[in-house]
């Protein structure tokens, strides 16, 4: 099994207090990095954020979280995320979830505790890497770890399909293969060019929040 050597911050006390509270709740393994840290750490890139993964609800979270004696914060609990407060040290911590109704802005999601059904509803297989607190990689769609050693962003499965979830995905793709692709995909490149007017329906915030993340 492919390993990543952990960070500072992914092997700190702090990120061991935050697994150890939502194991003793959800059982061992209940609890991965996701994303970005799995994805930088294969690729000997520097870590900024810790995201984590659970297969506890938002409630089971905070009720995990609490028992430990661990502050937490619903910084998007209606969207599964909870965040855990350590010592100062924010870790963010979402719900395995599978979108049931999207409008290309916002999903209605279900709880799962399914890490492939989880991986299937996010954007590109190279961000769809999850890693336990040994650092134990896994990758539930069999395409993310190619992705990484390839340097090539795809979207998952049918590139219109992640688009019509969530239109900023277009800039998303253009800011993760400006970082990390050698080369374009053609694919995912025709996608966004087909459904680009989709653009039109999101806020301005969030157009310049991920704008302003890729240049």
Known sequence: MTKIPLSDDMAAPETRAVFAALEAAGGA??????GGCVRNALMGRAISDLDLAAQLTPDETEAALAAAGLRSVPTGKAFGTIT????GKPFEITSLREDV?????????RYTTDWAKDAQRRD?????????????????????????AAGRVRFIGEAEQRIREDYLRILRFFRFTA???????????????????GLDGLSGERIQQ??????
């Open 84 to 87: 855990a407060v350590v010592d």
């Open 29 to 34: 393994a209940c609890v991965r990095f996701v």
């Open 124 to 148: 590109f297989y190279l961000n769809a890497l999850y890693a336990d607190i040994e650092g134990r990689v896994y990758d539930p769609t069999g395409e993310g770890l190619g992705d990484v």
């Open 101 to 109: 109704e999207t409008d290309g802005r916002r999903a209605v999601v």
């Open 210 to 215: 991920e704008l302003l993340k890729t240049l």
């Open 179 to 197: 970082g990390y692709a050698r080369e374009i995909d053609a694919r995912s490149l025709a996608a966004c060019g087909a459904l680009r007017d």
